[in-house]
């Protein structure tokens, strides 16, 4: 059983802060500007040998002119529900304020566990003066002042929360689980595509660039499979980022790309596949990541039955060497080939994990090989007696040979395209090492 702990309040108390401190982690973006979280975010933390996921919200706010205001109010609701305890965070320095009180009143209706947590609280003056938030009335705990920033109190908030849980949780919720990512520009439709496909809003969606911000994992099952789907902030040229929002947004992204095992490329039909594009692309390929290509918007493209045909063949001359990338054409807002989508993602998966037996590569390589051997370098010949499939986490070959040393660039690229055409190694890099034999 999930043991999950929301944190919630109103903007810029320091839920952000807290969040990262729970997870020991910086995985929410912190900045003084209010508003900088949105969506919930997610992350695992422990204390006393109890194990429990943390969920960040965005600030609770209503009468502002903020275009994301009945959103991130929705998010916080949803955050509620889910959570076993939840922390009320507020400001020692700001005190009791009109936004508190009136969150406090939302708060009534439920039964869950609700701990006061006064941030910001860095020295006794500022503790003692926490005492003003037992006017709330909503919880049966005693206040607990802390400073989220350098860890003080929280150790005394956690001894209690922790009691709150029926048994010890579960370590790694996510261990073993495909990680699928959804990267892109800004406003191509990745947090639509995650929406569409959980059937609720997890993600805030607007028409505006720079919605997402952190990256958004999600738990999802299809297929009989258990996924980890996250979306990402749409991730522009260096020079066009000027906030510094932006560019902790951008670094989650990519941080998010290492992390995961498949890429799903999204291209805005309507634009084509840009030069960021294959930017990404070649950074996934270099992670050794799987990647696919997901070119949405499809429904805003006029088209006949060689559209489809000419654009892809206009992608894969632009991705060079990297033609084994698989290409799929969505449309979000139509729900046309979301699934299909997904279903390519676990294809490729699958591909990155596929274990050749040895015997059979032989097999097939040797014969291949035979009828084309490496070309002679300076008078010596070199002979490859034997291929085998390295154990590691991405598939890499290793050629046994008498020469490995003055085997040339364009004959490892004749030995990869023989393994791909007889073994499926769609949407993943295959490396080849070649070892003395």
């Not at 959570?83 to 936004?99: E, K, M, Q, R, S």
């Not at 660039?209 to 099952?221: C, E, L, Q, W």
């Not at 996250?230 to 932006?246: H, P």
Request: proline share 3%.
């Amino acid at each position: 059983m999930a043991n999950i702990v929301a944190i919630v309040g109103r903007p810029n108390v320091g839920k952000s802060t807290l969040f990262n401190r729970l997870v020991e982690e910086r995985k929410a973006i912190e900045d003084n500007m209010s508003g900088v979280t949105r969506d919930r975010h997610y992350g695992h933390a422990q204390w006393s040998g109890k194990f429990f996921s943390v969920i960040d919200t965005g600030g609770y706010v209503t009468g502002s002119e903020d275009l994301y205001e009945a959103e991130i109010r929705k998010q916080v609701k949803l955050a509620i529900e889910e959570a076993n305890v939840i922390l009320f965070v507020v400001d020692c320095i700001d005190g009791l304020t009109d936004l508190d009180m009136e969150f406090a009143n939302e708060l009534r209706g439920t039964k869950k566990p609700i701990f006061i947590v006064a941030n910001k609280a860095d020295n006794r003056e500022k503790a003692m003066s926490s005492h003003e938030f037992y006017s709330l009335g909503i919880s049966d705990f005693e206040i607990y002042p802390i400073a989220s920033a350098s860890g003080s109190g929280t150790g005394e908030l956690l001894d209690e929360v922790v009691k709150q849980f029926e048994d010890e949780g579960i370590e790694d919720p996510d261990a073993g689980i495909p990680k699928i990512s959804i990267l892109g520009r800004p406003n191509v439709g990745k947090s639509s595509f995650l929406n569409a496909l959980l059937g609720h809003e997890r993600s805030i969606v607007t028409d505006e660039a720079g919605t997402t911000r952190d990256a958004i994992h999600t738990r999802y099952k299809l297929f009989g499979q258990d996924f980890i789907i996250t979306d990402t902030a749409g991730i522009r040229k260096k020079a066009k980022v000027k906030e510094d929002v932006e560019f902790y947004s951008v670094m989650r992204s990519l941080r998010t790309l290492e992390e995961s095992d498949v890429i799903i490329v999204m291209v805005d039909a309507t634009r084509g596949l840009e030069a960021q594009d294959v930017n990404l692309i070649s950074l996934a390929i270099k992670n050794n990541k799987g990647v696919m290509i997901m070119v949405n918007k499809w429904d805003l493209i006029e088209k006949d039955h060689k559209t489809m045909g000419k654009i892809k063949d206009d992608m894969i001359d632009r991705l060079g060497e990297n033609k084994w990338i698989p290409i799929i054409f969505t449309s979000v807002v139509e729900k046309q080939r979301i699934f299909q989508a997904i279903e390519l993602a676990t294809k490729v998966y699958e591909n990155k994990t596929r274990r050749i037996a040895t015997s059979k590569l032989n097999d097939v390589l040797l014969q291949e090989i035979e009828k084309y051997p490496p070309p002679a370098w300076k008078g010596k010949y070199i002979k490859i007696k034997y291929v085998t499939q390295l154990p590691t986490k991405n598939p890499v070959f290793a050629f046994f040979c008498n020469l490995p040393q003055y085997i040339k660039e364009p004959y490892t690229r004749y030995l990869e395209n023989r393994l791909r055409e007889n073994f499926d190694f769609e949407g993943v890099p295959v490396k080849i090492v070649y070892k003395s034999k």
